[in-house]
C-alpha cells in the first residue's frame, strides 16, 4: 500500500471519527491535488469543470458580499477540489475500500443502536441522524453489490452481504431521514437498470429486485407513517383529513416552504433592484446571515429549500449550472458504466456516496461536510473502470 492509499484509508476513517480531524485531512489531500497540478499541469474526471467553477464561485461571490464567512466559503468552495487527487485505482484498491466501508459499517452499529435505545436516536460518533441515514444508505448499497457479486461467482459469503445489506437499511428507515431514504431508493432502482443493461440481470431477477426494493420501500413508508408526524401530516392530506395549507406543507417540508418563499422574495427584489452581479455569482456562502427572512427562521444562515432556489441564493446562475452539470454528469457516467466482468459491480459501489448525497441534496443544499470524500471516491471509481476500459481496448 502506497503513501496515497494510506492516506486515503485515514481520511475514510477520520471521517467516521471526526469531521475537525477530517477536514485537517482534506485540507493536505487538497494541497497534494494543488501540488500535482502545478508540476503536471493536468487535471482529470469528468466533474472537473462543474468542481472548479462551483469552488471557485463560493469563494468569489462571499468575498464580495459575505466577507464574514470568507473561511466557510474555503470550506465549502475549495475543499471540493479534493476531487483532483491522484489516485490510482485498480480491482485491488476497489476491493478493499468497499470492504472497508462496510467493516465501518458493523463498528458503527453499537453506537448506532446503544443512542437509539438511550435517546430514541441513531445518531453515529458525530453528526446527527442525518449522517446516519446517509452513512447506512451507501453502506447498504455497498453490501448489496459485494453481495450480487459473490452470488454471481456462486459464493455462499452473498448470504452475509444480502443479511447486511437488509440490516444496514433497517438503520436508514430508523433515522426517519428522508434525503438519504430517497437517496437510497433512487440508486437502486438505477443499480437495477444498469445491471439489467450489463447483461447482468435476467428480467425475472431484475423485475424480482424492484418488487422486493418496492416492498422494502413501502415497509419503510408504513413504518414512518406511525412513527413521523411529518409523514402522518402527510396521509391525512392525502386522505383529505387535512386541508393544504401554508402551515401543513411547512410541517411536512421541515420549514423548507416558507423557506422558499423567502428564497424567491430575495431573487425578485434581486431582479427589481437590477443586481446583476448577485443574479450572476449570488450573495456568498451562507448569507442568510444578512438576508431576510420573513417566513422562515431568522437565525438561519442558509436558504436550506429546493437545491434551485438554495444555490441561486448563494452561487448564483453560474454556480447553479455547475450544480446541475455535477448531477448530469455523475448519474451520466453511472448509467453509462460497461461492466466487463462480475468485480466491476463490486467497484460500482464506489460511485455510491456521491449519488445518493446527491439525490438527497435536491432538498437541502450541494454542499456537505463530507462532500470532498464522496467526490474523491467517485473519481476513483471513474479512474477505475477507465483503466478497465483501456486494457479492453490493448
Do not use: C
Not at 434551485?308 to 448509467?335: C, D, M, T
Amino acid at each position: 500500500m502506497d503513501l496515497k492509499q494510506i492516506y486515503l484509508f485515514l481520511l475514510i476513517l477520520s471521517a467516521f471519527i471526526s469531521i475537525s480531524v477530517f477536514e485537517i485531512f482534506v485540507v493536505i489531500g487538497v494541497l497534494w491535488a494543488f501540488y500535482e497540478f502545478f508540476k503536471s499541469r493536468k487535471i482529470e474526471g469528468v466533474l472537473k469543470l462543474p468542481v472548479l467553477v462551483f469552488g471557485g464561485v463560493s469563494v468569489l461571490s462571499t468575498v464580495f458580499f459575505a466577507p464574514k464567512m470568507i473561511a466557510k466559503s474555503i470550506e465549502e468552495g475549495i475543499f471540493q477540489f479534493l476531487y483532483f487527487l491522484k489516485i490510482k485505482a485498480d480491482r485491488d484498491l476497489a476491493f478493499k475500500l468497499i470492504i472497508f466501508f462496510i467493516i465501518i459499517g458493523i463498528l458503527l452499529l453499537p453506537v448506532v443502536f446503544y443512542k437509539y435505545y438511550r435517546f430514541s436516536q441513531p445518531i453515529p460518533v458525530w453528526g446527527s441522524t442525518f449522517e446516519t441515514g446517509q452513512f447506512y444508505g451507501m453502506f447498504a448499497v455497498m453490501s448489496a453489490f459485494l453481495g450480487f457479486y459473490f452470488y454471481k461467482e456462486k459464493d455462499k459469503k452473498f448470504i452475509l452481504f444480502a443479511f447486511l445489506s437488509l440490516l444496514f437499511f433497517v438503520v436508514l428507515v430508523l433515522t426517519h431521514r428522508r434525503s438519504p431514504l430517497l437517496g437510497f431508493m433512487i440508486a437502486g432502482y438505477l443499480s437495477f437498470i444498469v445491471l439489467y443493461l450489463n447483461g447482468y440481470m435476467k428480467k425475472v431477477l431484475f423485475w424480482g429486485a424492484n418488487i422486493f426494493l418496492s416492498v422494502l420501500i413501502i415497509g419503510g413508508y408504513f413504518y414512518l407513517s406511525k412513527t413521523d408526524v411529518r409523514f402522518q401530516t402527510l396521509n391525512d392530506i392525502l386522505l383529505g383529513k387535512k386541508e393544504i395549507s401554508f402551515n401543513n406543507l411547512n410541517r411536512i417540508s421541515n420549514s423548507r416552504v416558507g423557506i422558499g418563499i423567502d428564497a424567491v422574495n430575495v431573487i425578485k427584489e434581486d431582479i427589481k433592484q437590477g443586481n446583476w452581479l448577485n443574479l450572476l455569482i449570488g450573495h456568498g456562502v451562507r448569507s442568510g446571515y444578512y438576508l431576510p427572512h420573513k417566513y422562515s427562521p431568522k437565525n438561519w444562515y442558509k436558504y436550506e429549500s429546493v437545491f434551485i432556489l438554495s444555490e441561486f441564493i448563494e452561487k448564483g446562475i453560474i454556480g447553479l449550472v455547475a450544480v446541475i452539470a455535477v448531477f448530469f454528469l455523475a448519474f451520466k457516467r453511472f448509467i453509462t458504466v460497461r461492466i466487463k466482468e462480475p468485480f466491476d459491480i463490486v467497484a460500482m459501489g464506489l460511485f455510491v456516496p456521491l449519488l445518493i448525497h446527491l439525490i438527497g441534496s435536491v432538498f437541502t443544499f450541494f454542499w456537505d461536510a463530507l462532500l470532498p470524500m464522496y467526490l474523491l471516491l467517485f473519481k476513483i471509481g471513474e479512474m477505475y473502470f477507465d483503466s478497465r476500459y483501456a486494457d479492453q481496448q490493448k
